[in-house]
C-alpha cells in the first residue's frame, strides 16, 4: 500500500515536470494549432486547447487498464496522471482563469505566486516568447518578469 502511495505520488510530481516540458515544447510547439484557442480571447466554456486533457484522461485510462490486466504499479501511475488532470482543472480553470460560475480565489502565497506566473504567461500573445510553463511551480515572479523583458527586446 506504501509503495502504491509513493507511485501515486511520484507521478503526480513527476507530471508536473512531464506537464511543463509538453506545455513548452509541444503545446507551444507543433501542436500550437490546439493550444492557440488557449491563448487567444475566450469564446466559450471549451477550446480546442481542452483536447490535450482529453488525451491525458485516455493515457490515464490506459494505464489504470494495464494496472488491472495484471502491471500492477501502472494503475498507480494512472491514478497520479489523472489526478494531475484534476488539479490542473481546479488550478488553472477554475483558480487562474476563473471559468466557472462560482469563481475560487487564490488563498495563499504560493496559490497567488501560481497565479501571477500563469498571467505572466498569456502576456505573450504568440506561439513565441511565452514564460513560465509549468502550472503547479513557478519560478519567482522577479526572474519571470526580467525574462519576458528580455524576450519583448530579442
Ligand atoms: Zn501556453
Ligand atoms: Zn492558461
Redesign the pocket.
Known amino acids: 500500500m506504501l509503495l502504491n502511495l509513493a507511485v501515486l505520488f511520484g507521478t503526480l510530481v513527476a507530471m508536473e515536470g512531464v506537464g511543463t516540458l509538453a506545455h513548452k515544447y509541444i503545446m507551444h510547439g507543433w501542436g500550437w494549432w490546439l493550444h492557440r484557442s ?2 487567444e480571447p475566450q469564446l466559450g466554456m471549451l477550446e480546442t ?1 481542452d483536447l490535450y486533457l482529453l488525451a491525458l484522461g485516455l493515457v490515464a485510462t490506459g494505464l489504470v487498464a494495464l494496472g488491472k490486466l495484471g502491471y500492477a504499479p501502472l494503475q498507480w501511475v494512472g491514478g497520479g496522471v489523472a489526478g494531475y488532470g484534476v488539479l490542473y482543472v481546479i488550478a ?2 477554475g483558480l ?2 476563473r471559468h466557472w460560475p462560482r469563481t475560487p480565489r487564490p488563498v495563499n502565497r504560493y496559490l497567488k505566486r501560481l497565479h501571477r506566473a ?1 498571467c505572466l ?2 502576456a505573450i500573445k504568440g506561439r513565441q516568447g511565452s514564460v513560465s510553463f509549468g502550472f503547479f511551480y513557478a519560478p519567482s515572479l522577479k526572474t519571470l518578469k526580467r525574462q519576458l523583458q528580455a524576450r519583448r527586446r530579442a
Do not use: Q, V, Y
Open positions: 488557449h491563448h486547447n488553472h480553470d487562474f482563469h500563469h504567461h498569456h
